[in-house]
């Protein structure tokens, strides 16, 4: 019987090119979940929030309310930025602005969407479209 010597060194190579095929496939996709984050500055009123006159001049044009572990909250920062819309978002987990805020619109939920006189619960691209054409935003 005749047994071949390099076998096992074959079959450690072969699996040292599968795992790193795999590594780099895997890294190949992070790279479209990185999602860059506006967060506010200081505290920016909520569109259609406001009980008295706001100057609104200067703030972003949607305001949202997140989590930075949320897929929908991805979308949706994904979507906007794709769409050159003007936004910010407070993490309700490690701001304070954003846990008061969340808690004062009796937040249930996240995102939270904030767009002219519409508040938005989760991400739909349909209705975040339909509230930005209706604030003239798109």
């Given at each position: 019987m005749t047994t071949i010597p390099d076998m096992p060194r074959r079959k450690h190579i072969l699996?040292?090119?599968?795992?790193?095929?795999?590594?780099?496939?895997?890294?190949?996709?992070?790279?479209?979940?990185?999602?860059e984050h506006t967060y506010c500055e200081g505290e920016v009123p909520i569109p259609g929030q406001q009980t008295k006159?706001?100057?609104?001049?200067?703030?972003?044009?949607?305001?949202?309310?997140?989590?930075?572990?949320?897929?929908?909250?991805?979308?949706?920062?994904?979507?906007?930025a794709a769409n050159d819309i003007n936004y910010c978002e407070y993490d309700m987990e490690t701001s304070a602005i954003g846990a008061r805020l969340y808690k004062e619109v009796n937040g249930r939920g996240v995102p939270i969407l904030f767009i002219g006189r519409h508040r938005i619960h989760g991400f739909s691209e349909a209705t975040v479209t339909r509230s930005l054409q209706e604030a003239g935003l798109l």
């Open positions: 699996g040292f090119a599968i795992i790193t095929v795999m590594i780099l496939l895997v890294l190949g996709q992070l790279k479209h979940l990185v999602v006159p706001v100057n609104m001049e200067g703030t972003p044009d949607v305001v949202m309310l997140g989590v930075s572990w949320c897929p929908s909250c991805i979308k949706a920062i994904q979507f906007f």
